[in-house]
Every structure is written in structure tokens, then in C-alpha cells.
T-cell receptor, first 115, second 114 residues
């Protein structure tokens, strides 16, 4: 049963600390997305990769957020330093694009609380 | 700005009734997708309709797409308590071929009253 996994599921940290979230996409998928969901802003696309190459990270605050795919089985989203306004649920999703972008498979999310 | 906007924002109906949600978008698309999100969970893909399709069915779901009006609707027939969730439309914008990304709407919160 292939699924996207994310760790940690919950993270509470203090302002200024570094936060690293990890995602294992579904094997064979060539596109990986990072989203952030809050009550106020809804679901926002932060960054996405195709074949491990970053295609668009315009949704991320560049000064504090970074996203990488060190290999095909791992995507990371890092916040340094974290701020209370970063509190949100962060979702990773993967999918496969051939002629068009198809359905995306979402992980369970990382609920981040920055105090 | 949001590519997709769902309407209504919230909907409560009795179990067994049909639920209809609408989505409007702004630019030309390759396809439109609907997702469901249960509270505290990730989104789950429901159905994808391509820009050259007008209607699609999957079980109790019926999706229509009107590209001339840039709108779509999701109909859930014979609703069940388990259908209680938020429903999102997502559009795959055509503007940057090969570089498409899904843009999600604001969602409709559906509550089924037993």
C-alpha cells in the first residue's frame, strides 16, 4: 500500500529554533510538493520538485525556508530561524507528470507549533 | 490570488440528501481535480476531469466542467455521515507548459447531519 510518509507528525518548538520536516514520496513519482495550510491562508504551495530538481519555490519566504531533495526517496523542508507565524500544518504530496499533471497523493502532514 | 474559489464556504444537509459544491477559476486549465480533507488529515484525491471533458462520474460523485464559464461542480448523491469533510477544487494551470502546478481553492466545509 504505497503512501507518502512525513516525519515528524507533530513538532513544538521555540521561536528561533531550526525545524526540519521530512517526506518520503511514493516510489516512482517524479513530482514532489510542499504545501502549508492555515485557517487564514488556506492551502498554499511553498515549493515543488520534478525529478529532484526544484521547479518553483516562489511560495517560500526565501530568507528562512529551504527545500531540498537529496535523493529520490527524501524531500526536506527546513525553517531557520522559526517564527510563531510559521505555525501551520505542512503537507508533502507526490505525483507523476507525463503529458499532464495528475492526481497528487498527500502525506498526513506535520503540525508545527512555534512558541 | 486563488485560482479556484469554492461556493458555498459551508454546507449542512441531512443524510441521504444530495450535496452540490461549485468551483470557479480564472485562467485556462489542463484539468481540474477535486479533493476531500477529513479533519486533521491530508487531502485525498476524488476525481480528475480534463479540459475536454464535460462530465465525469465516480460512484456517488458527479463532476461537471464548463470551460466557457470557468466553473465546475461536484455533486455527491445520497450523502452519508462519512462524507462530512472539506472539499477542495484544484486547477492545473496551462500557462506554463511543463511547469504546471495545482492551485487549490478555499474549500467547502460539508456537514452531513445524521
Amino acid at each position: 500500500d504505497a503512501r507518502v510518509t512525513q516525519t515528524p507528525r507533530h513538532k513544538v518548538t521555540e521561536m528561533g529554533q531550526e525545524v526540519t520536516m521530512r517526506c518520503q514520496p511514493i516510489l516512482g513519482h517524479n513530482t514532489v510538493f510542499w504545501y502549508r495550510q492555515t485557517m487564514m491562508q488556506g492551502l498554499e504551495l511553498l515549493a515543488y520538485f520534478r525529478n529532484r530538481a526544484p521547479l518553483d519555490d516562489s511560495g517560500m519566504p526565501k530568507d528562512r525556508f529551504s527545500a531540498e531533495m537529496p535523493d529520490a526517496t527524501l524531500a526536506t523542508l527546513k525553517i531557520q530561524p522559526s517564527e510563531p507565524r510559521d505555525s501551520a500544518v505542512y503537507f508533502c504530496a507526490s505525483g507523476y507528470r507525463d503529458s499532464q499533471l495528475g492526481e497528487q497523493f498527500f502525506g498526513p502532514g506535520t503540525r508545527l507549533t512555534v512558541l | 490570488s486563488q485560482q479556484g474559489e469554492e461556493d458555498p464556504q459551508a454546507l449542512s444537509i441531512q443524510e441521504g440528501e444530495n450535496a452540490t459544491m461549485n468551483c470557479s477559476y480564472k485562467t485556462s486549465i489542463n484539468n481540474l481535480q477535486w479533493y476531500r480533507q477529513n479533519s486533521g488529515r491530508g487531502l485525498v484525491h476524488l476525481i480528475l476531469i480534463r479540459s475536454n471533458e464535460r462530465e465525469k462520474h465516480s460512484g456517488r460523485l458527479r463532476v461537471t466542467l464548463d470551460t466557457s464559464k470557468k466553473s465546475s461542480s461536484l455533486l455527491i448523491t445520497a450523502s452519508r455521515a462519512a462524507d462530512t469533510a472539506s472539499y477542495f477544487c484544484a486547477t492545473d494551470a496551462w500557462a506554463n507548459f511543463g511547469n504546471e502546478k495545482l492551485t487549490f481553492g478555499t474549500g467547502t466545509r460539508l456537514t452531513i447531519i445524521p
